[in-house]
T-cell receptor, first 115, second 109 residues
Framework: GAGVSQTPSNKVTEKGKYVELRCDPI?????LYWYRQSLGQGPEFLIY????????DSGLPNDRFFAVRPEGSVSTLKIQRTERGDSAVYLC?????????????FGQGTRLTVV | DAKTTQPTSMDCAEGRAANLPCNHS???????VYWYRQIHSQGPQYIIH???NNETNEMASLIITEDRKSSTLILPHATLRDTAVYYC??????????FGTGTRLKVLA
């Protein structure tokens, strides 16, 4: 049925707080990605999961960012001690295999604003 | 870094063909070229991809040069709803996209 679902669609938080962003991929898609997009820029790669494991987390900017996918389906991106510079749209995408082989399906994103 | 370069912006008259170029001079023999677009406030949407041969689907056509160093996305009859940022992507490795800044296409009434 549905495409990639991200919740919440908007999140406003205070500087220093902890936030969790959720992604529900398309059922059966083993590959899941998180990207971050700042205003006027293209999406920036953060992390890639193949199944339950993070196959590539080289895009996570620092150790305040962490993501999990414990059952190989839903994923949560966690940001500790948020900073104003973390404000962006966080995009999730899934694909049946890696992006090089098949198209990826993106969610509508979560707009995070740190005040 | 992104493996592609695209013009920053383009305009196109409604009903005319929009031709969006992309350079990918360092592409390897087995790497695909993907095109996505992003309409304001939405996630990127897949358009088309190709390896060597020209491709066509219900949304667009993709023309890849024989040396594979460049390609052109063609929207045959652009409408106002095609106004978006268009990204040309050559996947980095086997599994991820590195996005550039794309081409901002404005379709004019």
């Amino acid at each position: 049925g549905a495409g990639v679902s991200q919740t919440p669609s908007n999140k406003v938080t205070e500087k220093g707080k902890y936030v969790e962003l959720r992604c529900d991929p398309i059922s059966g898609h083993t590959a899941l990605y998180w990207y971050r997009q700042s205003l006027g820029q293209g999406p920036e790669f953060l992390i890639y999961f193949q199944g339950t494991g993070a196959a590539d987390d080289s895009g996570l900017p620092n150790d305040r960012f962490f993501a999990v996918r414990p059952e190989g389906s839903v994923s949560t991106l966690k940001i500790q001690r948020t900073e104003r510079g973390d404000s962006a749209v966080y995009l999730c995408a899934s694909s049946p295999q890696g992006m090089a082989y098949t198209e990826a399906f993106f969610g509508q994103g979560t707009r995070l604003t740190v005040v | 870094d992104a493996k592609t370069t695209q013009p920053t912006s383009m305009d196109c008259a409604e009903g005319r063909a929009a031709n969006l170029p992309c350079n990918h001079s360092t592409i390897s023999g087995n790497e695909y070229v993907y095109w996505y677009r992003q309409i304001h406030s939405q996630g990127p949407q897949y358009i088309i991809h190709g390896l060597k041969n020209n491709e066509t689907n219900e949304m667009a056509s993709l023309i890849i040069t024989e040396d594979r160093k460049s390609s052109t996305l063609i929207l045959p009859h652009a409408t106002l709803r095609d106004t978006a940022v268009y990204y040309c992507i050559v996947p980095s490795g086997t599994y991820k996209y590195i996005f550039g800044t794309g081409t901002r296409l404005k379709v004019l009434a």
